[in-house]
């Protein structure tokens, strides 16, 4: 009768112990198993055996998962431009099929129930660019749903993801102006007007400063936002100055939010500009009177910021 060994997993007195094999141990420490021997009794090995090809199998399913949700990506662009090409046709029923079916895929790639897709979903990726492509598939849609009454549920949910993604596009300028002279013509302008108040107000971000700072709400923003409507906007020069900024905006903020590390440099230089004009400029005090204690704060506020960052 043969000496029994220990095995070095179960501590269990075997009479012969089996390999694992470098593959099986480098496969199940990937699996998260670790402390493997290099060898095992039966019992062990059947059951580690059965934890690799699990593990196998698991990891099998998530590369099908993700190769599934390339090859959806790169359909994406197809479903453009058969949508395109189907809105030149006047097609706008199977155009608005592709556009939804566009949609979808976006909401698969990202892991999204329906309707739930926003913009924060690309800033973390290096696609925001696909943000103008989403913002113009909702202008297209809106007008399509707006031709009949049964699709008014869907039309208020085009108009809600439009003023969502809209305002961070260099297309927002031209749809804005676009849906206002929709508005006259539409069969249900309540929506294109709703819309147009939803999209409005999110355009008087100062987009750079609330990534900047985090916040909609800092005092830096609130008195930058201040001097824009109460200053900026009040001359010729200024409007086209704060349109050319909407323009790039959005894409600063977004390599902003992407690299967090220029955050506390932007900070600063902010700040500085802000100093300037405060010295060169004095706001009218009746309409700033709202944010008047926000603005009067603002060095005690720039101080902190400093100390943190």
């Known amino acids: 009768m043969s000496d029994l060994v220990t095995c070095p997993h179960c501590s269990k007195s075997v009479s012969v112990l089996r390999p694992l094999g470098a593959s099986v141990i480098k496969k199940l420490e990937d699996s998260g198993q670790s402390g493997l021997p290099s060898e095992v009794c039966d019992s062990c090995y059947q059951q580690l055996a059965g934890a690799f090809a699990q593990g196998a199998i698991l990891v099998a399913e998530a590369k099908a998962r993700e190769q599934k949700k390339l090859m959806m990506w790169k359909s994406r662009v197809s479903l453009i431009k058969k949508a395109r090409l189907l809105m030149r046709e006047k097609a706008f029923a199977d155009a608005a099929v592709s556009y939804e079916k566009y949609l979808r895929v976006l909401e698969t790639v990202y892991d999204c129930k329906a309707n739930e897709l926003n913009p924060e979903h690309l800033k973390s990726t290096a696609r925001t660019q696909e943000l103008t492509v989403i913002a113009s598939v909702y202008w297209d849609l809106l007008r399509i749903y707006d031709t009949s009454e049964k699709y008014a549920s869907r039309m208020e949910v085009a108009a809600k993801k439009l003023a969502e993604f809209l305002p961070i596009t260099p297309i927002f300028p031209d749809i804005v102006k676009k849906a206002e002279s929709f508005s006259k013509q539409a069969k249900k302008p309540q929506i294109i007007k709703f819309f147009l108040k939803k999209v409005t107000d999110k355009k008087g971000r100062c987009f750079i400063a609330t990534s900047a700072f985090n916040s909609p709400l800092s005092p830096e923003v609130l008195w930058l936002s201040n001097w824009r409507d109460q200053y900026l ?44 004009l405060k010295a060169n400029y004095r706001p009218n005090k009746t309409s700033l009177s709202s944010d008047e204690s926000q603005n009067k704060s603002i060095d005690s506020e720039t101080h902190l910021s400093n100390l943190k960052s």
Not at 248 to 265: E, H, R, T
Request: aromatic fraction near 16%.
């Open 233 to 276: 906007l009040q001359t010729p020069e200024g409007q086209k100055w704060v349109n050319m900024y909407y323009l790039y905006s959005p894409k600063i903020a977004f390599i902003l939010d992407s690299n967090v590390w220029l955050k506390p440099l932007v900070r600063k230089l902010i700040q500085a500009i802000i100093f300037i």
